[in-house]
């Protein structure tokens, strides 16, 4: 069983920015698959951001040259580096792990962006 936990959400302004962090328990962890999603009220969750085990990378239209994400295999952990951030990113932001043919989910964290 594969653990997930978020953090790092929060309010801030329009324009600011935030880091989110995203803990997966087990190993190997460097051969996880990981993803940011998020969910607005009343829509679906979409992908924002994932990485594979070899590092590639793919962002949603929405978010291509704001967010970045990034992986430490030694602290078992993916980070969403959120950059001027617009009131439309305001959400819910889950973390997935994908391994073995599942995805593991976190309980997501927060993300809301005043103007």
């Known amino acids: 069983q594969v653990q997930v936990v978020e953090s790092g959400g929060g309010l801030v302004q329009a324009g600011g920015s935030l880091r989110l962090s995203c803990a997966a328990s087990?190993?190997?962890?460097?051969?996880?698959?990981m993803g940011w999603y998020r969910q607005a009220p009343g829509k679906q969750r979409e992908l924002v951001a994932a990485i594979t085990s070899g590092g590639s990378t793919n962002y949603a239209d929405s978010v291509k040259g704001r967010f970045a994400i990034s992986r430490d295999n030694v602290k078992n952990t993916v980070y969403l580096h959120m950059n001027s951030l617009k009131p439309e990113d305001t959400a819910v932001y889950y973390c997935?792990?994908?391994?073995?043919?599942?995805?593991?989910w976190g309980q997501g964290t927060q993300v809301t962006v005043s103007s």
């Open positions: 087990g190993s190997p962890f460097s051969a996880y698959a």
């Open positions: 997935a792990a994908k391994t073995q043919g599942r995805d593991y």
